[in-house]
């Protein structure tokens, strides 16, 4: 088993959070397409699409979001300490 496969993925149909300037915004995953597929890494490359799946601040839930798939990351890949809240590495699969 590779440390790969061990990092959470962000992947189609699946709950994730949208990185905004006022914190993590919970989302799910509608689309991922990619120029390159079989690079798993979070890039410029990946176009993600997702809808919001609660109300925070200015978004509301059912808008849809579209970025990059350095924007959006999986809900496992979320760290929260006592005083910040950080990204652990994860995976995009396209």
């Known amino acids: 088993m590779t440390s ?5 993925a962000l992947e189609q149909s699946k709950s994730a959070y949208y990185d905004s ?7 799910k ?3 991922i397409t ?3 597929p079989q690079d798993l890494r979070p890039s410029s490359r990946q176009q993600v699409t997702a ?3 609660k109300e925070v601040r200015g978004y509301k839930k059912g808008a849809k979001l579209t970025g990059w ?3 959006f990351f999986p809900r496992a890949a979320l760290r929260r300490t006592r005083y ?4 652990k590495p994860y995976q995009v699969q396209a």
């Open 29 to 31: 995953i509608d689309s």
């Open 34 to 36: 990619s120029t390159e």
């Open 84 to 87: 910040c809240s950080y990204i």
């Open 51 to 53: 809808t919001v799946t």
């Open 69 to 71: 798939g350095l924007d």
């Open 4 to 8: 790969s496969t061990l990092l959470p």
């Open 21 to 27: 300037l006022i914190g993590p915004i919970p989302c």
